[in-house]
């Protein structure tokens, strides 16, 4: 085993269990878990065995497995940001529909001052 | 000179309700209601949007309708707080008025005039048509870069679209709501008058930008962001 494969590999190893334990502790929910399960565990095949990575990479008319790894992780990082910015709009929509809540709330009505 | 005369005592300045918002204010905005006052306008609500500053102690010591935004959510936001706490009271006519001292008072009763005589729901004022003083150069190409690109996008032919000085009947707020929290909502708006069908003039107005005036609005850099929010609300929203 090369080091990159062993440093790399108990990167990955940490994440599963980091994640296994927010899921036992309720912080993490068992449809989210799966989906990063699948993708940690896509991550640590394509380190131990990266002459297969090449096998499915040249399926796709790529070269090299990392080349094909770099696609699809740019891909991903594309599509998590656009996710986040539709929540982060959406909890922006929320707090000044709470803070108008509030406001009209507590309104100072017009005194003869 | 009597016709002029007679129209404006058709105005009943009791069913005007003026519209602020005010942000970190605290320098203008007592001078800014004391001229309203002063003309007669005694229907007035702020909206304080989160100001850090005196703002709202300030506003509070005025016979006014005083809200507050316990943090900072922008101009869009702060004028649907505004318009929700008008419709509530049932003002039939709404003037939105800038607290920065750049809006001259004595343009709300040319601004009104049309929808009281008129047969019109939407009156803007107009810099362009009227005059502006002190306006800095870059503002005014990013300015009259937004009308060309507001006319195309929406099919109309106005002469100014981020004026903040404008007058409504009351019942087009009820098909009216402002998504936009910040400076984009002048771009709804338009886009809202134009696909609801309201009618709509633009009247001259006379704006006063100062050092003070000019620091405190929008950037110019805030343009990139309304172009794009435009697209995106007239394509895929």
Avoid at chain 1, 52 to 65: L, P
Avoid at chain 2, 216 to 224: D, H, M, P, S, W
Wanted: zero cysteines; glycine letters at 6%.
């Amino acid at each position: 085993m090369l080091k990159y494969q062993v440093f790399f590999g108990i990167v990955v190893i940490l994440m599963i269990i980091r994640h296994s334990l927010l899921l036992k502790r309720g912080n993490l929910r068992l449809r989210k878990y799966i989906i990063f399960l699948t993708f940690w565990i896509a991550l640590l095949l394509a380190i131990m065995f990266p002459e297969e990575t090449n096998k499915i990479a040249r399926f796709f008319n790529i070269t090299r497995g990392a080349d094909f790894f770099i696609y699809i992780s740019i891909m991903v990082i594309f599509y998590i940001l656009f996710r986040l910015f539709e929540k982060m709009e959406k909890i922006e929509r929320d707090i000044t529909k709470i803070v108008r809540e509030i406001a009209l709330m507590n309104k100072d009505e017009k005194k003869d001052k | 000179m009597q016709g002029k005369e007679i129209s404006l005592s058709l105005i009943d300045k009791s069913k005007i309700v003026i519209l602020m918002t005010a942000y970190n204010e605290e320098k203008v905005v007592g001078a800014v209601i004391d001229g309203l006052l002063n003309r007669g306008y005694e229907n007035i609500v702020i909206v304080d949007d989160g100001s850090t500053d005196k703002t709202y102690e300030i506003v509070k010591k005025y016979p006014v309708f005083l809200l507050r935004h316990i943090v900072n959510r922008g101009k869009g936001a702060s004028l649907q707080t505004g318009t929700e706490f008008i419709l509530s009271k049932g003002f039939p006519v709404i003037v939105h008025f800038d607290a920065d001292g750049q809006h001259n008072p004595d343009d709300i009763e040319k601004l009104v005039e049309p929808i009281f005589i008129e047969n019109v729901d939407v009156v803007l004022g107009s810099r362009f048509l009227g005059s502006v003083k002190n306006l800095p150069i870059t503002r005014k190409i990013v300015l009259k870069m937004g009308i060309v690109f507001s006319n195309l996008l929406y099919g109309i032919k106005l002469t100014d679209v981020h004026n903040g000085l404008r007058a409504f009947k009351s019942y087009v707020f009820e098909k009216i709501y402002f998504t936009e929290d910040r400076f984009a909502y002048a771009s709804e708006l338009i886009e809202k008058i134009v696909k609801f069908g309201f009618r709509y003039k633009e009247v001259p107005v006379n704006i006063t930008y100062s050092e003070y005036s000019i620091k405190k609005g929008q950037k110019n850099i805030n343009a990139i962001n309304i172009f794009f929010k435009m697209i995106r609300r007239r394509f895929f929203a």
